[in-house]
Every structure is written in C-alpha cells, then in structure tokens.
C-alpha cells in the first residue's frame, strides 16, 4: 500500500491527503453550524418570556429626580456598546445619596449627604422580551446578565447604568409606580423576600 517515498498506492502522499482530509471537515463543520443544520449548546432555545432586570444608576446629578423617568414610557438602552432597542420602564426607586456619621453615644446615623444635594441613586425595573437559553437570558442576540453594564438613553438623559437583578416576569414581580424611598437602595435579596 504505502511504497518507499509515503505514497499510498504510488500516487497519493499520505501526509497531503490527511491535511485535506482534515480541512475539508473542518470546512463541513463549520456550513453545519452556521446553516443550523448543528447548532451549538448557546444556540439551543429553550423557551421565549418576558423579563425584568433591575438596573442601579448611581451619582445621578438631577434636580428633579422625579421627572427623570416616567413610569411606562419606553427607554433606549446600549449594552457593551451596541445599542440593544428600547425597554419599558415598570418602576422607578430614588433616594437623595447618603452618607454615615457617628453620633456622640458611639452609633452611627445615616443623613443626606449636604455635599451633594442634587445626588441621587436610582433603581429601574425594565421590562423586556427575551429567549431563554442553556445557560442565560438573550435579548436581541445579547445575554442579560447581574453585574453587565449598560447605558439608558431617554429625550432629556443618558446615563450608565449596572443591571442588579434579572428574572423572568410573573404577576407578583410587575409594578408600576414611582417613588423616593428613604431607606438604602433594595438589592437583589431585599426584592426577593418582598
């Protein structure tokens, strides 16, 4: 079969034949994949929902906190700098920053920080339509994902932003309203036990 030059049958080199042969299916692999013939473990769709993500703006210069946003209204957003589209505002939470001091009995209080007046920290609840797949949400071929950060764009604001929670929407976690809270920003944990 092989004679004394590596040719098999005296006309084909072995080593030339195996490089071919090796490119040709990784040529087949790769038409597999991208005609969805194969598709891979983060093409795989498992479901399609609504979500929410909770989205924590921090040192918000504004003197009008209130008439930022507006409960309902639809809102551009960019993530890793792509703009993604726009996403339905559900809820709107700010507080005035804050900082600590001690008191004279050796505790601590919490106060609006007078240097900063106008400062405040915001969490936004989007709403959002999103595939569910092995392993994260994707919206508009962009996973979602805690801790991803991201740009709100409105008429009147454009501010960065980082997403604090994402879930998948049911009648307990919509609602529409907005407010000042006077207590610390709620994390993730905080919403949960609500």
Known sequence: MLDSSGKLFGKINVI?????FFLVLIALGI?????SLHQTSGQIIEDETDIQYVVYLRHV???????????????SISI???????VELLEVLYKPEQIILPTDKGKFQILADPTSPNSYDFLLKLKDHAVVTKDSYVTNGVK????????LEGFNFRLPG??????????????????QETSPPMSASDEKAQ
Request: glycine share 6%.
């Open 16 to 20: 030339d034949f195996s490089l071919v």
């Open 162 to 179: 980082i997403i604090s929670d994402v879930r998948k929407i049911s009648p307990e976690t919509t609602g529409n309203h907005a407010k």
């Open 61 to 75: 210069q504004a003197i009008a906190p209130q008439e930022l946003f507006k409960v309902g209204e639809k809102i």
């Open 144 to 151: 979602v994902k805690t801790g991803m950060k991201l740009t």
């Open 31 to 35: 038409i597999a994949v991208q005609s």
């Open 80 to 86: 890793r700098n792509r703009p993604r589209g726009k």
